[in-house]
């Protein structure tokens, strides 16, 4: 059959009449030609949404072109796509790394990492038990990339005991009974350790041995730059001692959305085909990207304002090892619940108003281990820092009278 040589109009009069009919398959010869005549390889079976190889009819350069193959071919604007090569490139030059890029989410982000660093399967990766990593991340490492994790305890203030560390680097390759350790994974801040800074000769000292074992260190740094601005220096201080990082630009920086996944080139452009695969290939991403870049360089130093609060409210419920925005605490009333301690906070109690003129809601969560966690953020002003420690003492009060009056 000659349709190879018919022009797209003619195919597509065929259509029109039923000639070429999607219930009529046609035979794989047939269908080839088809696919060679519209501009499709046929082996990946998929229009390649860059370049339309036809500009129309005759194949005239000066043609229009109106590309009605699929609404994902939309482009970002200049605008955008300048906005998005900006962030990552801001980001990249900020944190001293050869390249970066955006992605949705942090747990995505972390998710890469892992997929990039622990390519073969049997690998295997090291990680604290208390990481966001290994608890919040619904073991997607496990789950969709096939690598087994190992822990080592994560200490109060989230660095690891090297020694143990040590014990846990895998020595058995090539032997079959063994996976093999890849990567080392960091968390700075720490979360659930309630903002813990990561010292820097803890890096040095990690960074040291996955040298001489020739392994990767990825920090998940969420908050790194919570960790710079409490160390008072450079986030590529911090990232000088790790292969790769992760950034959220959605919490503290105030993006809507997006983290910066950080490292060597070749590490970047696997990545970009994990986020493709993972979903995360966004389209019209310059906006996000904008918010983004407006992260990095105009938000970092304000980290510092909710490093303050933090604090405030710390030095009143006498709260040790506060070192950014996360205070976790415990209550010292075994009988008053997080969970009830939280909901007491959260509504106006009886006579709140009077005491305190006026009533005033906080809203924290109950955390990890029976303690409570609070977050300092650019929503939070002085006023509110004050208010919540006001609220405080008064549920703290209310809870002892309630007490008494019921011995
Ligand atoms: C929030 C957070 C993440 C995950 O980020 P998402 O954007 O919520 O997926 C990863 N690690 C740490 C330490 C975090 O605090």
């Not at 000066?62 to 939309?74: I, N, P």
């Not at 796509?81 to 944190?95: G, N, P």
């Not at 006579?351 to 003129?357: D, K, R, S």
């Not at 509110?384 to 309630?402: G, N, P, W």
């Amino acid at each position: 059959m000659a349709l190879k040589t018919f022009s797209c109009r003619v195919l597509s009069k065929l259509f029109n009449h039923g000639v070429i009919a999607s219930t009529n398959p046609l035979s794989a010869r047939d269908a080839a030609a088809a696919a060679a005549v519209l501009g499709r390889s046929s082996v990946r079976g998929y229009y390649n949404a860059g370049k339309p190889r036809h500009t129309g009819p005759g194949g005239a350069a000066h043609a229009r072109v109106v590309d009605l193959r699929s609404d994902t071919v939309t482009k970002p604007g200049p605008a955008m796509r300048q906005a998005m090569a900006e962030a990552e490139k801001i980001a990249a030059d900020m944190f001293h790394m050869e390249a970066a890029l955006f992605v949705p989410t942090g747990t995505m982000s972390n998710l890469i990492a892992v997929m990039v660093h622990c390519r073969e399967r049997g690998d295997e990766m090291i990680v604290g038990d208390l990481s966001h990593l290994h608890i919040y991340e619904q073991g997607g490492s496990a789950q969709l990339a096939g690598v087994h994790a190992t822990t080592v305890t994560t200490l109060p203030n989230g660095t690891f005991d090297l020694e143990q560390l040590e014990s846990k680097i895998r020595h058995g390759y090539p032997d079959p009974h063994y996976p093999r350790t890849r990567l080392i994974c960091v968390e700075n801040t720490h979360n659930i350790q309630g903002g813990r800074v990561l010292p820097l000769t803890f890096l040095q000292e990690i960074r040291a041995l996955a040298d001489r074992y020739g392994l990767s260190v990825h920090m998940d740094g969420a908050r790194v730059m919570n960790a710079a601005v409490s160390q008072g220096v450079p986030p590529s201080t911090i990232l000088q001692h790790t292969h790769t990082v992760s950034v959220c630009l959605s919490k503290g920086l105030g993006s809507p959305v997006g983290t910066i996944l950080a490292g060597p080139r070749d590490f970047i452009s696997q990545a970009v085909r994990c986020r493709k695969a993972l979903g995360g290939g966004m389209r019209q991403a310059g906006i996000l990207a904008a918010a983004g870049k407006m992260s990095l360089l105009e938000m970092v130093e304000r980290l510092e304002e909710d490093h303050l609060q933090c604090k405030n409210l710390c030095s009143s419920v006498e709260m040790a090892a506060v070192e950014t925005n996360i205070l976790r605490f415990y209550l010292q009333e075994s009988s008053l619940s997080p969970p009830e301690f939280c909901a007491r906070m959260a509504q106006v109690g009886e006579g709140e108003e009077a005491a305190l003129g006026q009533g005033i809601q906080v809203l924290m969560y109950p955390h990890f281990g029976n303690s409570v966690r609070a977050v300092w953020h650019l929503g939070i002003s002085h006023e509110d820092t004050q208010l919540a420690i006001q609220k405080m003492q008064f549920v703290a009060s209310q809870y002892s009278k309630e007490k008494l009056r019921a011995q």
